[in-house]
């Protein structure tokens, strides 16, 4: 399913649905109450949320922290030299430019496979201008979800991904055989993996498990969500990351129950 007109599409097969921002900021392109989200992505399994958008937090009692929850970081997508997708005046707290021109590329849903790619721009106005692609491939055979970040530009930079968690219910562990396996099925996933993938969900019965491809390091850090508004509750992200000179592409899968 696609809503262009809200700038979300969502993926949906084999217990799990994958919703993702690709869209205008709105309002004119003011983007009042708009997010620096553009290709970030949430994923429920069976009703669950397992990778979370933040939210919001709060409004104007504390704009340090309204701040932070809009920004790139704060959202499952990619930032390129510690730089915001598009300017976040820190004074102007219902005000985000349309500067990143979020879009769809292909959108194929199918009986097996759904697949998604979506692009921005907020990155074209570096000194080293850079493209960011990203694509999602849906493979209700596998139940996998696998994620290619595309980087088209010059210049070397600092890339740096996060998977936003609801909980801290998430630990470092080697795949088994079988997820591996599962894993290297997945269309246009990378030939090897990091050893340590990130487990999540309680250690007892875990829900899924994200491997990476050799090189981008995965590691988990403290953060915070936003379940909602006005309640903000410890969590943990998934930090990934590399310096490269563009072309390059970035891959990543995540294998459920």
Known sequence: MSYPAGGFHVLRGAGAVVTVSAGAQGQGGVGGHSHNDKLSFELHLRGRPVIVDPGTGTYTREPAM??????????????????????????RLFALPEAA??????????????????????YRALSSPVGVERTFVLDKRERALGVTDALVGVGLHDVKGRIHLPDR???????????????LRVPEAPKGFEAMGVELGPAEA?????????????????????????????SQVVVFGVRVSPPVWLRWVVVFS
């Not at 929850?69 to 005046?89: I, K, M, Y």
């Not at 021109?101 to 009986?111: E, H, L, M, S, Y």
């Not at 219910?169 to 894993?183: D, F, G, I, S, V």
């Open 66 to 91: 309204r701040n932070a929850f809009r920004s790139t970081a704060a959202h499952n997508t990619l930032e390129v030299d510690g730089v915001e997708q598009a300017p976040v005046d820190p004074g």
């Open 101 to 122: 021109r979020a879009r769809v590329q292909i959108f194929q849903p199918g009986a097996e496979l759904d697949r998604l790619t979506v692009r921005h721009d907020g």
């Open 169 to 183: 219910e998430a630990r470092m562990k080697a795949p088994t055989p079988e997820q591996l396996a599962r894993a």
């Open 206 to 234: 875990p829900e899924a498990l994200v491997l990476f491809a050799a090189g981008l390091e995965p590691r988990l850090e403290p953060s915070r969500y936003s379940p909602g508004y006005g309640l903000v509750v410890p």
